[in-house]
């Protein structure tokens, strides 16, 4: 699950992570008494789900008061687009009002799990206010990674390393050690995936200071963390998607129109790969998981019927504890209650997979059967040719 910037200071400032005064509104004359007890001088910035806010023209520097309230005005609605919402943008519905700082440096602060080592890793760059992916293309050597044990926390040593790598000395590497460590503690307390510092402030007095942030959760997690799921914003996320969370079922929109449906991330992937080298290119990743039942796998195919880009649709099942009648039937209930003008290729193996078969070919559906994943991938593919 995804935060807001202003959640996630809320968050970090309980670990006593340091961050700018400010507050959030959806209303552009209360930014400007907001910028007014801030001094006057303040940065009004657009609060979406993704990064690059600065160069779409969702964070701008307010000289005055009255400032604030013309650049509230103008942020507040507009459809900010960034090269993380694509070409449609998000609507932008409120701003964080905070107080301009004498920046003398911006540096790279964030932590994130290392699967292959099992353990969360912290980073650091003395490149902040970049995207840490154009940083580590460009010279993979400017990141400093720091792995650590979660259940010990980071240590004060792997801090002042840290502290070393982004040349910090005197009070401001004193300062920024409490921070990491405080950081890492967050990370580790909230059971987060992502916590990201960009940038990274250094004060003209030597403060260290989250100028940013940004926290990303384990959807898995959350049911320790009510107060972090209370942040959850259904306007920030794909419609289709929380409609399918609503079912329990996993499903990512993408930007194809081969609509899949599958049972095991794994099997989703291999999916997706597949009709990508059979010259296709997937619509969306949903998974109905092990032990879908035939509502599930109903309103999963009606959750991938209703994305418009959908042209045709590969079912690909392999029943272990999920039986493929269970699938078959669901599918044709699907069909028959929703109507279907695009192709639907099938593919069943594994737990009663003649059960399944027989179902669909006695329901008298133009379902097109498949024998194996590369079989149904170049039958979806075909299908296309023939949609009008």
Request: hydrophobic residues 45%; glycine residues 10%.
């Amino acid at each position: 699950m995804k935060i807001h910037e202003y959640q996630a200071k809320e968050i970090l400032r309980t670990f006593g992570v340091a961050t700018p005064r400010g507050q959030v509104t959806d209303s552009p004359e209360e930014a400007g008494r907001i910028a007014k007890e801030l001094g006057g001088r303040a940065v009004v910035k657009a609060q979406i789900h993704a990064g690059g806010r600065g160069k779409g023209g969702g964070v701008k520097l307010a000289k005055s008061p009255d400032e604030a309230v013309e650049l509230g005005k103008k942020i507040l609605g507009m459809q900010l687009v960034t090269h993380q919402t694509g070409p449609q943008g998000q609507k932008v519905k409120k701003i964080l009002v905070e107080e301009a700082l004498d920046i003398a440096r911006e540096l790279y602060l964030g932590i994130t799990l290392d699967r292959a080592i099992g353990q969360p890793v912290m980073m650091v760059s003395k490149q902040g206010g970049m995207e840490i992916e154009v940083v580590a293309a460009k010279d993979p050597t400017a990141i400093v990674r720091e792995p650590f044990d979660p259940a010990w926390g980071l240590q004060s040593y792997q801090a002042r390393k840290l502290a070393d790598a982004l040349s910090l000395t005197g009070e401001t590497h004193k300062k920024s050690i409490g921070f990491f460590i405080a950081l890492a503690k967050a990370y580790v307390a909230t059971d987060a995936s992502l916590s990201e510092i960009n940038p990274l402030l250094v004060t003209g007095a030597g403060d260290i200071i989250a100028l940013d942030a940004k926290m990303n959760f384990d959807d898995n997690a959350l049911f320790r963390h009510p107060n972090i799921k209370e942040y959850r914003d259904l306007d920030e996320e794909d419609a289709l998607e929380v409609e399918a969370s609503k079912f329990g079922l996993n499903y990512i929109k993408l930007d194809g129109n081969v609509g899949c449906m599958v049972n095991g991330a794994g099997l989703a992937m291999a999916t997706m790969d597949i009709i990508q080298y059979a010259g296709g290119k997937p619509a969306n990743f949903l998974d109905v998981g092990g032990g879908a039942n035939e509502e599930q796998v109903k309103n999963a195919m009606r959750i991938i019927l209703s994305d418009p880009n959908v042209k045709a649709v590969l079912i690909n099942i392999f029943g272990g504890i999920m039986r493929c009648d269970i699938i078959a039937t669901g599918v044709v209930n699907a069909i028959q209650e929703i109507g279907i003008k695009v192709p639907v290729v099938v593919r069943l193996e594994g737990t009663n997979v003649e059960e399944g078969k027989a179902i669909l070919k006695s329901s008298g559906l133009a379902v097109i059967p498949a024998n194996d994943m590369k079989d149904a991938a170049e039958k979806v593919i075909a299908s296309l040719g023939k949609v009008a």
